[in-house]
């Protein structure tokens, strides 16, 4: 919109070659209220203007007959030269006689008027050959990637989207391509090079394609491919020509091809699934081709039917808490247990949460969730008061969005108000790395949480993003040592991250638990540093409700708080 509004409000330079001075004068002044005029008396000093003002001149009106350079001469110029060539070119003629005409139009000229000229005809065909030259530049600039000669990105989606409406039954392959460590490259070989390329594969790769219908440059290293569908596979070991992995050594290419598109998506959707099967093969040596499969289709699949049953899963009940005991080392007995989601479907079966927590953290379902489970979590402790059951805390999980809702805190108080829970027996499990989002406000809901009473854990310390920051900066009460650091104690039986890990702790008064503890050597090394808690398969897996309750019957002190 912009570019079409300047098309019609910049002022243009048009360039008058005319012998005659009169003529000449007459034509300049005629033009001046409108345009910017460049005068000359022959071809020669035509040529000259256009080479001073290369750039400038959006027009030339050109008498035929001048000595020295005549019109003839000075057209063949121009057409040879790649500057010059688009700009139109109008003739003047005294008495044109029809072989004139047609050698001047075999020479790029745009259009004739005969002296004496009509000023408005001549002036609406000058405005409306100015126009043509500029939209169709400005079209082929959108059209084309200038580098490649493919189509730009958006046009390319433009043109997939078109096709795909013509015909429903029409079947078509997409095939996607992209330079391993082009940046990579770049650096290596320089820019110049690199587009040298960058020219070449597009023009391979479009050359080796069976049934071509277009290509475009989707990213910068990145080109889309759309062909008629394939039914076999043989066609992929010719992507690109006989020889040329030899020619290039180290340069890889790979494909990703997504097979028989389905209408409905979208341009960017179906880009999306070639470059995900590219993905899935990225430094893979030796695989080169990848086709978004049946395993990729699934997983989508699985995440739409989630987000399809999440909020009627949520209504039946079917997530059902686990609770894992944690092993008190000091008293030898069952210290605590941290409360983890199961989501026991009718249609998908016993869904882990890795399966769905992500994609809940994605789509901010987990908000919903997790309130349901801090009231599971309640209504359990609830039942073990009521029931004369040991009662030990419980810790449960909180994500990153979670800390998004305004008054978390309070939320939470009031909820374990509603049931009578003393507040020590609620801890929030975060991780460190929630941290880095948004560190006022969740340093100040934990500060909140912990003057209203809950116990703050550190969930994953070591597991990667540790910073010393925010143990300094978070009201803290425990830290949950990320099963990792146990997991390569035990294999080079080397235990001084742990032994630092417990220092720490130490010295900033927080209690430890340490995770995913699963032999008796590890129980007795943790034993000998002085960690607090184990929570591990060596003690148990997390169990449902019934089975929990008979474990804390028969591991812990009656009525331990
Ligand atoms: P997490 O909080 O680090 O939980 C510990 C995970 O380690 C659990 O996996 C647990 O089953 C597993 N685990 C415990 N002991 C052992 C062991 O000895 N060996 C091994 N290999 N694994 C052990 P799970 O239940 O699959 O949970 C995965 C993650 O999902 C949790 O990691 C937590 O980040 C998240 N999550 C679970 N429940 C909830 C929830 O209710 N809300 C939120 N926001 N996140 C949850
Ligand atoms: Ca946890
Ligand atoms: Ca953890």
Redesign the pocket.
Known sequence: MANGQNIMQKRRTVLVVEDNEMNREILCELLADEYNVLEAENGLTGLEQMEKHSGEIALVMLDVYMPECDGFAFLERKCRDPRFDTIPVIMMTASNTVEDEIRCLELGASDFITKPYNVEIMKNRMKSLIRLRESSAMLGRLESDSLTGLFSKEFFYHSLEELLKVDADAHYDLVCSDIENFRVMNDRYGTAYCDRFLRSIADEISGSLPNLLFGGRIGPDVYAFLIGHQEQNGWTEHLLPDGWQENHGKITIKFGIYTDVDHELTAAGICDRATLAIAKIKKKFGTDVAWYDDEMRNMQLREHQIEQTMERALSERQFV??Y?PKHDLHTDTTGGA?????WISPEMGFI???QF?PL??RNGF?IN??FY?WEEVCKELRHCMDEGLPVIPIS????RV?FEVPDLAADIAVLADRYGIDHALLHI?L?ESMYSDNPGQIARTLAALHSNGFYIEL??FGAGYSSLTSLNTLTLDIM?I??SLIRQAAATNDYSILRFATLLADGMRLKTVV????TAEQVAALKVLGCDYI????FS??LPPKEYEEYLAAHCGKESA
Do not use: C, H, W
Request: hydrophobic residues 30%; aromatic residues 10%; proline residues 5%.
């Open positions: 808490v686990y894992q941290e409360a983890l989601v199961r882990s949460p890795g927590i809940f953290e987990i969730l997790d489970i449960v999980n909180v994500s979670d499990e991780t969930d994953d949950k990320d099963m995770e995913g503890v699963e929570q591990g398969y060596y897996k997390p």
